[in-house]
């Protein structure tokens, strides 16, 4: 397939991209001036107006962490894609920076698409994304053009980039439309590329390349191809080695399936992003070690990507508001990220997420209540009004300490008798989010698997993020995480500890509120 990679970038300027990121920088302000903050998030980076979707570039360059993200900068829903971008220098305190990409280019007339950021041998930043355009240059009708684009910064400080043109082109004949979101590293000497493809034949796909200078690149071979065939599309896709504590190294290949359909507790979003673990070598497709796991188990989490800062692989995600109603749609912005998360192999031979450890610099002050007892359908208020805080729960599972058939927290309880519910439902032996009695927005529940072995220790740990219209939820360690937006009704929001249906024993409650990132 080398016959359709261009010799050199191709750069087809059709707009003035300047003054297409100031028309993009006057479209978000005139929406972050009529802004709702009843559910804009303190603590979670989100655009100052206007819709987002997938975290892009992540990257810690010269000194400073920087997160771009798809951003539709003239409206509250998915539009034509542009690149919003903030930073920060301790990952505690962001600052807002400019529009970094607007489409200027034919190959991406209709959307700046996501992509990735590395380093290279000279120690300069490249940044690698899709250009989109419809294939009728009308609309979706007739599909997708999607090329894969090169940029780069125009100093150190990624302030602004310089637009190097397509690098690879789009083997039509080859491809169901879709052909996009970069993600590059290096392996034994060489650069590798992958991204997600459907195939001719609907298959959802990864592809390989390979290059010697990070600008000519050349087609490898299929990396992976996912083994259902209701999965037409895999979108974001991660690839990266992981050690664990004895030194055993294994790959993890990420990806957001697009057609699984849901079965028992699994996929229950409308797309569904996961990971499989397994081993490669250069030359050699992927070969996974286990079957399809989610990333997070909540309603809303979606196209996550990772980066390597030179110690930690870290991600972010995207909570996605997959069903409507999506009510933070007329509060002039909509969607944010997850907190930064450290990825790690763990002793079970599973990937672990957990909140990296920058992210306890946010808590204002701290109340330890030390061990609760709640008795059969008792409730108690560890706070009356709370929009950010962060909760540590240890519980005791031992028989004589914890008879609830459902045990847990209430957030978001507002007067009108609305709340999402987090707890362990000890029938299912699942920890859960439901949102029966949300006060707006998309309901339902989700569930996350505590394993046999975890239940045989007799204890189980919660930490739980409530900013003003989210959770995160992270149980045992970051064994599993779910992410879901939260609509909190009107009112003081409360916090509250709920035993249902028998006793409960919390050998451990903490309550930290946290103060803002600064993005508000």
């Not at 005139?30 to 892009?56: E, T, V």
């Not at 030359?283 to 030179?310: C, I, K, M, V």
Request: proline share 5%.
């Amino acid at each position: 397939m080398s016959s359709f990679i261009p010799s050199e970038p191709v750069i087809h300027s059709i707009r003035d991209h300047a003054t297409e990121l100031q028309r993009a920088e006057q479209g978000v302000a005139a929406l972050a001036a009529q802004r709702n903050n009843r559910w804009y998030p303190k603590f979670h980076i989100a655009s100052n107006g206007g819709w987002i979707n997938d975290p892009n570039g992540l990257c810690f360059y010269e000194g400073r962490w920087h997160v771009f993200y798809q951003l539709h900068p003239y409206g509250t829903q998915w539009g034509p894609m542009h690149w919003g971008h903030v930073s920060s220098t301790d990952m505690i305190h962001w600052q807002r920076e400019k529009i970094a990409f607007a489409p200027s280019l034919e190959e991406e007339k209709d959307g700046v698409f996501s992509g990735s950021a590395v380093i290279g041998d000279d120690g300069k930043l490249r940044v690698y994304y899709t250009g989109h355009r419809w294939a009728n240059g009308v609309d979706n009708t007739g599909g997708d053009w999607q090329v894969q684009m090169l940029a780069t910064p125009d100093d150190d400080q990624l302030t602004s980039f310089t637009k190097q043109g397509m690098i690879i082109d789009c083997p039509t004949d080859e491809v169901n439309h879709h052909f996009r979101d970069p993600k590059v590293w290096k392996t034994d000497g060489k650069w590798y590329m992958t991204f997600g493809v459907s195939s001719k034949k609907k298959r959802g796909q990864m592809w390989l390349f390979s290059s010697d200078n990070m600008v000519h690149w050349t087609y490898e071979r299929v990396l992976f191809e996912h083994p259902d065939p209701d999965v037409f599309m895999l979108e974001c896709p991660d690839f990266f080695p992981l050690t664990d504590a004895e030194g055993n190294e294994k790959w993890v290949i990420g990806f957001s399936a697009m057609g699984a359909k849901a079965h028992g507790f699994m996929n229950r979003n409308v797309n569904n992003a996961g990971y499989m673990i397994g081993t490669w070598k250069p030359g050699e497709a992927f070969h996974p070690e286990t079957e399809f796991r989610l990333w997070d188990w909540g309603h809303n989490y979606y196209a996550p990507q990772s980066f390597n800062d030179g110690s930690r692989q870290i991600v972010y995600g995207w909570m996605s508001p997959f069903a409507q109603p999506i009510p933070m749609e007329e509060d002039g912005w909509c969607g944010n990220l997850t907190l930064p998360r450290e990825i790690t192999l763990g002793t079970d031979g599973d990937v672990h997420t957990y909140p990296v450890r920058e992210v306890e610099g946010l808590r204002a002050d701290s109340r330890v209540y030390g061990a609760v007892k709640l008795g059969a359908n008792e409730t108690t208020t560890l706070a009356d009004d709370a929009e950010a805080v962060e909760l540590e729960l240890e519980l005791d599972l031992t028989a004589e300490a914890t008879s609830a058939e459902r045990t847990g927290v209430r957030v978001h309880a507002t007067p009108d008798g609305s709340y999402t519910s987090i707890a362990y439902d000890a029938q299912l032996q699942r920890v859960v989010i439901d949102r029966q009695n949300a006060a707006t927005g998309d309901r339902g529940y989700r569930a996350a698997p505590v394993s046999d072995a975890e239940l045989a220790t007799g204890k189980l740990s919660l930490r739980i993020f409530v900013d003003r219209g989210c959770v995160e939820v992270y149980v045992n360690g970051g064994k599993q995480a779910m992410s879901s937006y939260s609509y909190a009704g009107e009112g003081p929001r409360a916090i509250q500890l709920v035993s249902e249906s028998g006793s409960t024993t919390w050998s451990d409650v903490r309550l930290h509120h946290l103060n803002s990132i600064g993005l508000e």
